[in-house]
């Protein structure tokens, strides 16, 4: 079982956000770097099929130089070698392009990506992918399952879940519940180092869409609280003040 993982270098949760030229770039000075949740979720699903002899785990980063840490500490977790594709990620489609030019030669049996990354919420490359690479494509799996060839998968409906039977290759995005993240050990910090790390480049792709400006949310403002028992003042500030109803 051969199995690739997509990974993206996402900031920190507790990132305080800023832009820069007239709110049309991101701010990256003092940004503390990490491996997406969601893609961790997935690789450490992926290392529990692999392991123990059953198949091979690697995973792919689109990124410069400076993504290495996280795809380091991908390989600290457990994945066994990974690859770099030399360029920003500079829109979805772009990023599955060059996923997908990796991977058509790759004789990968899943590609697993996690549900989306957290900086951009776009939820679009796991579903490119597969149209790209021609492979069915299951988004938001809650439960991944493996006799040989098939595979069993649970994913999130609306009120309720659908339980897929598939044959492999396919492509999944994994949502929260597929596995338990895994924390890097000693010893996997210490492989880690040693672990190929190929580093490819991009081929050409067309870039579909782009950002013109980024805004900040407006701060919130003042809270009124209304007790419980007066329903009625409720009804008159909603109506009155906020003008709701």
């Given at each position: 079982m051969k199995i690739l993982v997509c990974i993206s270098n996402v900031p920190d949760t507790t990132t305080k956000v800023s832009f820069n030229n007239n709110n049309t770039e991101f701010n990256t000075n003092g940004v503390q770097y990490i491996l997406n949740p969601y893609d961790e979720i997935a690789l450490?699903?992926?290392?529990?099929?692999?392991?123990?002899g059953k198949g091979t785990t690697t995973v792919i980063n689109v990124g410069l130089a400076d993504t290495e840490p996280t795809i380091r500490k991908a390989l600290a977790i457990g994945a066994d070698d990974a690859i770099r594709v030399n360029a920003a990620p500079s829109d979805a489609y772009f990023v599955a392009k060059q996923l997908a030019e990796v991977a058509k030669n790759g004789g990968y049996d899943i590609i697993m990506c996690g549900r989306e990354s957290i900086d951009y919420n776009g939820a679009q490359v796991p579903a490119m992918l597969g149209e790209l690479l021609d492979l069915p494509s299951?988004?938001?799996i809650k439960k991944l399952e493996l006799n040989g060839n098939d595979a069993t998968i649970d994913r999130e409906i609306e009120g309720g879940k659908e339980v897929i039977n598939i044959a492999t290759p396919f492509v999944i995005s994994?949502?929260?519940?597929?596995?338990?993240?895994?924390?890097?050990?000693?010893?996997g910090i210490m492989s880690a180092r040693t672990k190929p790390l190929q580093v490819v480049e991009p081929v050409a792709a067309e870039k579909l869409a782009s950002f013109t400006s980024f805004e900040?949310?407006?701060?919130?403002g003042n809270v009124k609280l209304i007790s419980a028992d007066e329903p009625a003042k409720l009804v008159v500030a909603l109506n009155a003040e906020a003008k709701v109803i």
């Open positions: 450490s699903r992926a290392i529990e099929l692999t392991e123990g299951v988004s938001l994994a949502a929260e519940g597929v596995a338990e993240p895994k924390i890097p050990n000693m010893r900040m949310p407006a701060p919130r």
